[in-house]
């Protein structure tokens, strides 16, 4: 007879609750995401959409949590066909997280989180299921609390983009999701930005001559925004569209009541890192998105 296999020293004080529906696992993480919005943005931000019935995929998607006794350990969502996003993790919870989400028979194609806690996540992973992992990017996560406005901004101003401004949103968009080597959109969905300009969340620099830049409030917690799908056509770029729009967008989420903004840098573009700082944004901390590949 085979000796009892030991029990791993966290099954006895640790358990994981999985959740089907947004409203259940933010009863439980609200107070601990909203500790640092910043840091926790990314889930919190996300959870609210899914609240508002934003879908971004034709899968449901699924939240976890890692307890001990009333402490939370660990905190993750999925919402397919997006990477697992790994809002914290202590290291003593990614075994019984790992457990549960082989268990339960989830396919993670890749996750997002702070760069300094998911590579412990992310490699044990890989080890066990035998798959190759890499880096896809490494982000900065910038806030910003005070606007410095450009010193020459260019002719033109910000409007809120309405749905007859699709013609150019729509391969905008799509060029978006192309320089920045993102996941395709589903092509079963709706454009990524019509919910957003329906929502009116989405917003464009136009001078006399048309549109040439666009950004959106992508996320909202309590007290920030999110900006995201900053672009400018090739065309038009180096003319200060970008910096004139993102700066005027940011002022306006904090005369709306919002006591920062943030967005995600790629680490590697130093001149949207430099852009980002001279009108206001400070670095908060690093982010990595890591994509697991094939089989070894």
Not at 14 to 23: A, G, L, R
Not at 258 to 283: A, C, M, W
Request: proline share 7%; charged share 20%.
């Amino acid at each position: 007879m085979d000796a009892a296999q030991p029990t791993p020293f966290w099954a006895e004080t640790m358990k994981v609750i999985e959740y089907s529906d947004v409203e259940s696992f933010l009863e439980r993480t609200r107070p601990f995401l909203e500790s640092d919005e910043a840091l926790y943005g990314m889930a919190l931000g996300t959870a609210e959409r899914l609240v508002q019935g934003y879908r971004f995929g034709d899968k449901d998607p699924w939240f976890a949590v890692v307890e001990e006794g009333q402490w939370l350990r660990a905190i993750v969502m999925q919402t397919p066909p997006r990477p697992m996003i790994l809002a914290a993790a202590e290291l003593e919870a990614i075994g019984p997280l790992i457990q549960h989400i082989r268990d339960a028979g989830h396919d993670i194609s890749g996750v997002v989180g702070p760069a300094d806690t998911s590579p412990f996540f992310t490699k044990r992973w890989a080890h066990i299921h035998g798959v190759e992992h890499h880096v896809h990017m490494n982000m900065h996560l910038f806030c910003l609390d005070k606007v410095i406005a450009p010193e020459n901004p260019p002719a033109g101003k910000m409007v809120t983009a309405s749905l007859e401004d699709m013609e150019w949103l729509a391969p905008w968009t799509i060029r978006f999701i192309d320089e920045c080597h993102l996941p395709p959109a589903d092509s079963s969905l709706p454009n990524p930005a019509t919910h957003l300009v329906e929502k009116g969340k989405f917003f464009l620099w136009k001078d006399a001559t048309g549109p040439k830049a666009m950004a959106a409030f992508t996320r909202e917690t309590p007290a920030s925004h999110s900006i995201s799908w900053v672009y400018t056509p090739e065309e038009f770029r180096g003319k200060g569209y970008a910096s004139a729009l993102v700066a005027t967008l940011s002022q306006h989420a904090l005369d709306t009541g919002k006591k920062f903004t943030s967005l995600n840098t790629d680490v590697s573009n130093p001149t949207s890192n430099k852009i980002y700082q001279e009108i206001g944004y400070r670095h908060y901390c690093d982010m990595q998105r890591v994509d697991f590949g094939a089989m070894k």
